[in-house]
């Protein structure tokens, strides 16, 4: 998610205007109208600070790479998105009839 992404949605949480939100840091609304829309991009201090102005903090922290997943979403977007749904659907049909099967058995 790109910071004109994060900033757009903490700011519509926050039930904000893009001029409340420049009020709040005391920053002008076209400064705001340009992070959003991606022209300009704020550092990363100065978006801590708007999303704290709109009462929500961003998280960090450094974790190991995980590319496990790469395959199964590359497979994915290859599908349409009808296609996907069909395949969510199935996997959640067979989810279900192997709960149901360890729920019998533990009976």
């Known amino acids: 998610m790109l910071s004109a992404d994060l900033l757009r949605e903490a700011r519509l949480r926050a039930n904000l205007t ?3 939100l420049a009020r709040r840091v005391g920053r002008p609304q076209s ?3 340009r992070w959003e829309s991606g022209a300009m991009r704020p550092s990363f201090e100065t ?4 999303l ?3 009462g929500l903090d961003l998280w960090y922290r450094l974790v190991n790479a995980d590319d496990s997943y790469s395959e199964f979403v590359d497979r994915a977007l290859e599908l349409t998105p009808a296609e996907r749904l ?3 659907s199935r996997r959640t049909a ?3 009839e192997l709960q149901s ?6 009976r």
């Open 31 to 33: 400064s705001i109208a």
């Open 94 to 96: 067979s989810l279900l």
């Open 18 to 20: 893009q001029r409340e």
């Open 52 to 54: 704290r102005a709109c």
């Open 86 to 88: 069909d395949d969510a």
């Open 47 to 50: 978006l801590r600070e708007l």
């Open 101 to 106: 099967a360890f729920e019998a058995r533990d």
